[in-house]
């Protein structure tokens, strides 16, 4: 029940295109949602975050889509440029609790020029 | 900038010798984090700090200790590396429980 499913594994796409990442969590005790991007030898880096009370919400290229009948959220990236290739990670953590990030597998997206 | 430092960015440390990581902050963020990243893995939660209260998650092994002597500081110790111990080794930090957290760059453990 603590998992967060993540996927796909990998993903390629052009460049101008949109990436799409999917996540799907089974506690609905969770309430913060993080999207981390991680490029090789560095440390994840916050992308973008949401709470459930939310349906969406975007910074610039980047969206997230909140789904919390569903327990799903996605990343969409518009525009994808070469630079954005690199690790996505899901997270989901109890605010209450801990704050203990419960990672997605992650997905490692190449954007081809 | 305010920031999470780590120290050293690679260590080498030989089977069974004793090593500890550095992490500092300029945040002045009240709980730590220690993750453990194996290759192509997501992070791992080992361990936190909120403030002087540790936390230890329940499948990290008692090879791995750790130390906070202030605020700004905080120690990985791994007592007795094995093969198995090599992975980068993330701080992070979070200005409250649950609140975001923000990672170091690593550091990237190798044991010969």
């Given amino acids: ?113 | 900038d305010a920031m999470v430092i780590q120290n050293p960015r690679y260590q080498v440390t030989q089977f069974g010798k004793p090593v500890t990581l550095s992490c500092s902050q300029t945040l002045n963020h009240n709980v730590m984090y220690w993750y453990q990243q194996k290759s192509s893995q997501a992070p791992k939660l080992l361990f936190h700090y909120y403030d002087k209260d540790f936390n230890n998650e329940a499948d990290t092994p008692d090879n791995f200790q750790s130390r906070r002597p202030n605020t700004s500081f905080c120690f990985l110790d791994i007592r007795s590396p094995g093969l198995g111990d090599a992975a980068m080794y993330l701080c992070a930090t979070g200005q409250a429980r649950g609140s975001t957290q923000y990672f170091g760059p690593g550091t990237r453990l190798t044991v010969l």
């Fill in chain 1, 1 to 113: 029940q603590q998992q967060v499913k993540q996927s796909p594994q990998s993903l390629i796409v052009q460049k101008g295109g949109i990436s799409i990442i999917n996540c799907a969590y089974e506690n609905t005790a969770f309430d913060y949602f993080p999207w981390y991007q991680q490029f090789p030898g560095k440390g994840p880096a916050l992308l973008i975050a949401i709470r459930p009370d939310v349906s969406e919400k975007k910074e610039g290229r980047f969206t997230i889509s909140f789904n919390k009948s569903a327990k799903q959220f996605s990343l969409h990236i518009m525009d994808s440029q070469p630079g954005d290739s690199a690790t996505y990670f899901c997270a989901a953590s109890m605010t209450s609790n801990t704050g203990k990030l419960i990672f997605g597998q992650g997905t490692t997206l190449q954007v081809k020029p």
